[in-house]
């Protein structure tokens, strides 16, 4: 069983930054697949970044402004927000996959909004 942890969000202007991070209770250094997904208000949850034994994969829609990492040593995967937007608004949930079984964070509210 694996837990997950998100933090970082928060009220930000259009134009600025956050960092998430997404603890988890194990060591991931065996888990081959985590990242972030989003859920804008009314809508589907979407893909925001994943690595996958090491490949990272950024949604076309936050490519070139969004960044992900992962920090073995600390158990955490992060994600680095710039240029936010109004449509970044969303609740952001950590993903972690290991064994084919998927786990998710609680999520944490990002809004970008003046």
């Known amino acids: 069983q694996v837990q997950l942890v998100e933090s970082g969000g928060g009220l930000v202007q259009p134009g600025g930054s956050l960092r998430l991070s997404c603890a988890a209770s194990?060591?991931?250094?065996?888990?081959?697949?985590m990242g972030w997904y989003r859920q804008p208000p009314g809508k589907q949850r979407e893909l925001v970044a994943h690595?996958?034994?090491?490949?990272?994969n950024i949604a076309d829609s936050v490519l070139g402004r969004f960044t992900i990492s992962r920090d073995n040593a600390k158990n955490t995967v992060n994600l680095q927000m710039n240029s936010l937007k109004p449509e970044d608004t969303a609740v952001y949930y950590c993903?972690?996959?290991?064994?084919?079984?998927?786990?998710w964070g609680k999520g944490t509210l990002v809004t970008v909004s003046s």
């Open positions: 993903k972690a996959t290991q064994y084919g079984i998927s786990y």
């Open positions: 194990t060591s991931i250094r065996n888990i081959y697949t």
């Open positions: 690595i996958i034994n090491g490949v990272t």
